[in-house]
C-alpha cells in the first residue's frame, strides 16, 4: 500500500485536487479500507466508478468520510429479462436504485449513472421505461451506452 501512498502524495503535490479510479471493481477491492485510509490522511477528494448493488449505506459513509465526491454507478437496465440475457446478475430492485442514488446525493457525492437501452429483445416501450427511470434520478446525471 506503500506504493499507492506515494502516487496519492505524488499527486497532490502536483497540484491534483481529485483522484479518479478507473477501476469497476474498485469498491470491491480487498485492500479498500487501506486505500479509503490513505486518501482521507492525504485529503484529497477521489472518484470512482462501480455497481450499484455493491453499495450499501456504511459503505457509503465511510466512502464519504475519505472524500469520495463523484461516484460513476452502472444500473444497466431495470428490465429482469435484459439483465439475465446480459447475465449481469444485478439484484436490485428499482427502489432500492432510487434510494441509494437519494442517499448519494444528501451525502454531497455526485453521482453519474450509466445505462444501456438497445438490447437485443428490449422493445422500444422498454426503451422509453429506462429513459423515464433515468429522468426521475433527477438530479443525478445519466449516460446510455
Not at 500500500?1 to 497540484?15: A, F, H, L, P, T
Not at 441509494?100 to 444501456?116: A, D, H, N, T
Not at 422493445?123 to 434520478?137: C, H, N, W, Y
Request: net charge neutral; proline share 4%; aromatic share 6%.
Amino acid at each position: 500500500m506503500e506504493s499507492v501512498r506515494q502516487e496519492v502524495v505524488e499527486y497532490k503535490n502536483k497540484g491534483a485536487s481529485c483522484i479518479n479510479f478507473n477501476d469497476d471493481a474498485f469498491m470491491m477491492h480487498p485492500n479498500l479500507p487501506e486505500m479509503l485510509n490513505i486518501l482521507a490522511a492525504e485529503q484529497i477528494t477521489w472518484a470512482c466508478e462501480t455497481r450499484l448493488d455493491k453499495l450499501d449505506s456504511e459503505l457509503v459513509d465511510v466512502c464519504v468520510a475519505s472524500g469520495l465526491k463523484k461516484l460513476r454507478i452502472s444500473i444497466e437496465t431495470i428490465h429482469v429479462k435484459s439483465l439475465s440475457l446480459l447475465n449481469k446478475h444485478i439484484t436490485s430492485t428499482p427502489r432500492e436504485q432510487t434510494d441509494m442514488v437519494r442517499l448519494l446525493i444528501s451525502k454531497g457525492v455526485e453521482p453519474i449513472v450509466s445505462f444501456m437501452i438497445g438490447i437485443p429483445g428490449e422493445s422500444e416501450r422498454e426503451v422509453r421505461m429506462t429513459i423515464r427511470f433515468a429522468e426521475s434520478l433527477r438530479p443525478a446525471r445519466c449516460r446510455f451506452w
